[in-house]
């Protein structure tokens, strides 16, 4: 890991707008459901939205391989995808992805000139989360670019703090100059040995919560839903919340605060 590579932000919130503003997507893709902001911060620059719905009948859990399909077919109708979204896992579900089936979207992004953003914010609190971090992956991948923040996993609580990872320092620089959401955006030379000592922890926490009706999380929220007309709602922190309708679901997003 390279100090280039590294960028910090008021919160992974702020990175999200920051990101957005830096690359001006004219085309991009989301998982649905997923943490509001991705959506937000593309329409804040005027950028066209699409939606990979997970299934229900796959418990939520992201087909990587179609994913990667749908990514595909955008390029080949002369509709390429400027910036894809991913977390993992995911909000509000808790669905993890395993890191090879992220670099199996990562090839397919790079390939056809897309950026992948995979918000890791939420990684650490898992077992074995070196099984689901790109981390490592970093190199290779120049269109790679890895949320995290320290808000969470430290129990900082009103203080907002995020940073981003990426190779591509050129990407990094227009990111910073770029406004966000934030009044003001920390220098890097300011945090970065926090952050040297961020990413060299391992922390072992992590909370479950289980009970009737619920899908087994991996995070420290549950994903509900509701038959006959289900309402898929996740335990947050945030009090946003984005609805929307398909295949007669109602779909509730508490988007929690990153």
């Not at 949320?147 to 990111?175: H, I, V």
């Not at 922890?201 to 839903?225: D, K």
């Not at 946003?240 to 997003?253: A, I």
Request: glycine share 8%; aromatic share 12%.
């Amino acid at each position: 890991m390279e100090d280039k590579w590294i960028i910090c932000g008021n919160g992974a919130a702020d990175l999200i707008f920051g990101l957005a503003a830096a690359l001006r997507p004219v085309r991009g893709l989301v998982t649905a459901p997923a943490f509001s902001e991705y959506e937000q911060a593309l329409r804040s620059v005027g950028c066209r939205t699409d939606y990979y719905y997970l299934r229900e009948d796959r418990g939520f859990a992201l087909d990587a391989a179609g994913m990667c399909g749908c990514v595909r077919a955008a390029a080949e109708r002369g509709e390429p995808y400027d910036v894809v979204f991913l977390c993992n896992p995911n909000n509000p579900t808790g669905i993890p992805v395993k890191k090879e089936e992220v670099k199996q979207l990562a090839d397919t992004c790079e390939r056809l000139g897309a950026y992948l953003a995979v918000d890791e914010c939420f990684c650490d609190f898992m077992d074995n989360s070196e099984l689901y971090s790109v981390i490592p992956d970093l190199a290779r991948f120049t269109h790679l670019f890895v949320l995290k923040a320290f808000t969470k996993l430290y129990a900082m609580a009103g203080l907002r703090l995020g940073y981003g990872l990426c190779s591509d320092s050129g990407l990094l620089e227009r990111q910073y100059a770029s406004p966000g959401p934030c009044p003001a955006r920390p220098s890097a030379p300011a945090w970065r040995p926090l952050e040297r000592r961020i990413l060299r922890s391992t922390p072992e926490r992590c909370l479950r919560v289980s009970g009737r009706g619920f899908l087994p999380p991996s995070m420290t929220w549950a994903f509900r839903y509701i038959h006959p007309r289900p309402i898929i709602c996740s335990f947050g922190t945030g009090k946003r919340t984005e609805s929307w309708k398909k295949d007669g679901f109602t779909r509730s997003c508490w988007a929690g605060a990153s």
